[in-house]
């Protein structure tokens, strides 16, 4: 990339990458301030002096210069000589720091001992996600953040509830030790009071040992707004603008703060897809999720063509196809809400390239449905669009939940939360809750349960809030139920492969009982093929005849009704059945069904 003459007799060395890279030689330091007349570095290796270590002018606006006497662990920040005086910077691809408002921490990808731990992310069919904020999923200590390391003690827990890819919130540091993570201050570095990059590196290694895919929130659309350094970082700026990084024209504000990236600079494109690709190759994460995508590919993400950022759009396809290649696996995903075809379209097509996207068509719809008060007033048109949405003929294009961080704050709480405010330990409240568990974990789609939801956490998400995991014993049966579907969804007993299919069929929608049931499958016939029996309403249905796709004995599998999820549960006496004679819903043979109130049922054959 960049030549150094170390010595006359020597010869020419190059020394790739940017910030503080680590060398048998010493530390390289490279940054990009293109308006700076001068750099130079310093640290604990050279007492702060300004004078110490000058950098060269290297091309394009960067400067550099190994220093032999620097090494891992030491602390620095550069000096930019500008027309307004020094100016004293972090290093904007710091890898590790002090905390936000403090110093760089020369940190080397190498040391980290992986031992060899081998693991492949499973096919997208088979993934059920569970999102995590690691700042309050396990607290061990009042008035403490939970940490990476804290994080991994729960590895268990989530194992044997049958997750197998967590998606954390955003690590990057952040302002002081409590946010949700999408205020980035330094987005190469992992949040100091999160465990720092060896702990995000330790999460991902213990939750591959468990056999659990890491999915790792990123953010893109803006970054800050406070404590950063890369706002105006060279000295240079227009209109009041951010600078080199940033654009400085309308197309800065976003609903964050002034701080869009530009990214029709090459170093600040660079720098994006810098950031992408480490997370997949230096921290071994499985996935990426990104942020409000609609502010990357328009200034108000409002559709409108004359805010399209056609910069935007193609730096994630660049970033998106070359994940694609060189980590085939890997999955990227889009927090898009506006239901696009276009968003997970691949990049040859013209699409973004994302590999999934959350699904608003879904959610919004299910949340809807399941906390309306009365019954009458619930739409099955609206269950079975939300059950049937797909992008570009995949239903794994989409990731389907009724809790995330975004649908449990903002003036929205927990789903049982909004069905009986103050109350969640009701009849009510967890026969509903338990449906929408249900339609996330049956229908065709990546699903994706929030923390604290299989212990029927209540209120809204706080990052100030930690989890209870005291409910974890009191609504053990709760939590047991969340496990029984997971275990169905991944065909843990190999007698339900049709909930990881691409396949559904709407038997029935009952607008009048409230009734809908469906066919899941993947190829179809015994220990494929998937009824699913959910029943909106408070009656009780003894003789609810329905079309089955295949003669026989079909086996129960899951009863949310049954009495070890909750005690208040009614647990009618509802079997495996066998089917009749007789086509209905157009389908060869039929079967009478005893349905208990709002409750959904699984079946499936044997043979």
Known sequence: MDNLQTAETEPVQSFEGMGATCHPEGVYYRVWAPHAEGVSVVGSFNDWEEDANPLSQEENGHWGALIENSKEGDEYKFVLKTPSGNLYRNDPYALKMTNSAGNCIVYNHASFDWQNVGFQI???????IYELHVGTFHVKEEGQVGTLYTAIEKLPYLKDMGFNAVELMPCSEFPGSRSWGYNPASPFAIESDYGGPDGLKAFVKAAHEAGIAVILDVVYNH??????????????????????????????????G???????????????????????????????????????????????????????????QWINKDIRENCPNCLTIAEDMHSLDFITDSVEDGGLGYGSQWDAEFVHAIRDTIITANDQDRNMDMVVEAITNRYNTDSFQRIIYTESHDEVAN???????????????????????????????????????????????????????????SRLEKFSGFATLHRDMIHLRRNWFGVTKGLQGQNVEIIRADNDKKVVIMHRFDQGGPKDSVVVVLNFSTETFHDYKVGFPRAGKWHLRFNSDNEQYDPEFSHLGVFDIETMDGEFDNLPVHAALQIPPYTALIFSQED
């Open 122 to 128: 499973p096919s997208w069919h088979e993934l059920v």
């Open 223 to 256: 970054f800050g707004p406070s404590d950063l350094d890369i706002w105006q970082f060279d000295g240079w700026q227009e209109n009041d603008g951010g600078g080199i990084y940033f654009y400085n024209d309308w197309r800065a504000e976003t609903p964050w």
């Open 258 to 316: 002034s701080t869009r990236p530009d990214y029709g600079r090459g170093e600040v494109r660079q720098y994006i897809h810098d950031n992408a690709m480490m997370w997949l190759r230096d921290f071994r994460v499985d996935g990426l999720r990104m942020d409000m995508v609609p502010y990357i590919r328009n200034v108000k993400a409002d559709g409108n063509p004359g805010n399209d950022i056609p910069e935007g759009i193609s730096l994630m």
């Open 411 to 469: 003036g929205q709480a927990r789903v049982a939360e909004e069905i009986a405010d103050g109350d969640v330990n009701n009849w009510y409240s967890k026969k509903r809750a338990a449906l929408g568990v249900a339609l996330v974990l049956t229908s065709p789609g990546i699903p994706m349960i929030f923390q604290g939801q299989p212990l029927l956490e209540d209120k809204w998400f706080s990052d100030s809030d930690p989890i209870d995991w």
